[in-house]
Antibody, heavy 118, light 107 residues
Framework: EVQLVESGGGLVQPGGSLRLSCAAS????????MNWVRQAPGKGLEWVSY??????IYADSVKGRFTISRDNAKNSLYLQMSSLRDEDTAVYYC?????????????WGQGTLVTVSS | DIQMTQSPSSLSASVGDRVTITCRAS??????LAWFQQKPGKAPKSLIY???SLQSGVPSKFSGSGSGTEFTLTISSLQPEDFATYYC?????????FGGGTKMEIK
């Protein structure tokens, strides 16, 4: 069974930094591309970032501030967030890329809440 | 970016009803469309991909159709566990974008 478990969320001041983690199990993590998708409180879904074995891509809203990375030996995905803004407040989901698709998603973690507030 | 517009944004239905949700893309996306179900406080769950393919483990009461710019999700014989928010998502072009959601409530 595919499992994705996020951690690392919390309260951070504007301008601060936070690192999210996602522990993956139940599938060949190193062979799969991964994503972060976020959801502001009471709002819809917004794709944030993507990582494959050889490339990373970011939404314009986070480019230059967030860094996605992975450690295949630890079956883990990360999102380093810096220069955080109020509008980055959201639940952040770790999402597996659907194999063979361009930008499809299949399995989602339970999410971790990031609150940016002074 | 491709804009995805869902209608209605909310709907009330009764147990046993059949409902249809529509998703329109601002430009053609072939059949690169997915549907997700989200319950309060939970992560989205994949229901349909490639517009009409059922995700493994999802009951056949859920069905999707469409191509190009107009798509539908139909849920037959609603049960209490089906009342949730549904999102469409296009994955034809970067960046992937989602519809605003359709919140389904019990009448």
């Amino acid at each position: 069974e595919v499992q994705l478990v996020e951690s690392g969320g919390g309260l951070v001041q504007p301008g601060g930094s936070l690192r999210l983690s996602c522990a993956a199990s139940g599938f060949a993590f190193s062979s799969n591309s991964m994503n972060w998708v976020r959801q502001a409180p009471g709002k819809g879904l917004e794709w944030v970032s993507y990582i494959s074995s050889s490339s990373t891509i970011y939404a314009d809203s986070v480019k230059g501030r967030f860094t996605i990375s992975r450690d295949n030996a630890k079956n883990s995905l990360y999102l380093q967030m810096s220069s955080l803004r109020d509008e980055d407040t959201a639940v952040y989901y770790c999402v597996r890329h659907r194999s063979g698709s361009t930008w499809g998603f299949d399995n989602w973690g339970q999410g971790t809440l990031v609150t940016v507030s002074s | 970016d491709i804009q995805m517009t869902q209608s209605p944004s909310s709907l009330s239905a009764s147990v046993g009803d059949r409902v249809t949700i529509t998703c329109r893309a601002s430009q053609g996306i072939s059949n690169y469309l997915a549907w997700f179900q989200q319950k309060p406080g939970k992560a989205p769950k994949s229901l349909i991909y490639d517009a009409s393919s059922l995700q493994s483990g999802v009951p056949s009461k859920f069905s999707g159709s469409g191509s190009g710019t107009e798509f539908t999700l139909t849920i037959s014989s609603l049960q209490p566990e089906d009342f949730a928010t549904y999102y469409c998502q296009q994955y034809n072009r970067y960046p992937p974008t989602f519809g605003g959601g359709t919140k389904m409530e019990i009448k």
